[in-house]
């Protein structure tokens, strides 16, 4: 006989949209009520209204999102190193090589 358990408690596999952990990311520093960019998706994409935050009762929440925003932030730091290596390869004439 089943319990009357709540969703997200459920032993049942969640049914969630593959595109999850993009809608997140798109929402991770929005306000209640802001919408989002345009993010393209494996078929179409999406923008994503927010449209309020629960509390979040984690006492290490704090902490977390430091290291998450330091995460990010590296992540970031590193695609511009890239972009600007790229860049001055180009400008030197030492394209890649393909194939």
């Known amino acids: 006989e089943p319990k009357n358990e709540p969703p997200s408690q459920s032993k049942e596999p969640k049914n969630e949209p593959p595109d999850l952990p ?3 990311q798109a ?3 929005l306000n ?3 919408i ?3 993010v393209p998706s494996a078929e179409n994409g999406f923008i994503a209204i927010l449209e309020k935050r629960e509390p979040f009762a984690d006492p290490d929440a704090g902490e977390k999102k430091a290291a998450f925003e330091k995460k990010l932030l ?3 730091q ?3 190193l890239y972009e600007w ?4 390869q180009q400008a ?3 394209g890649s090589r393909k194939g």
Do not use: P, Y
């Open 92 to 94: 030197a004439g030492l």
């Open 32 to 34: 209640a009520g802001e």
């Open 74 to 76: 590296d992540n970031k």
């Open 85 to 88: 290596l790229h860049e001055r």
């Open 78 to 80: 590193r695609i511009v």
């Open 36 to 38: 989002s960019d345009f």
């Open 27 to 29: 929402v991770a520093f």
């Open 22 to 24: 993009m809608i997140k």
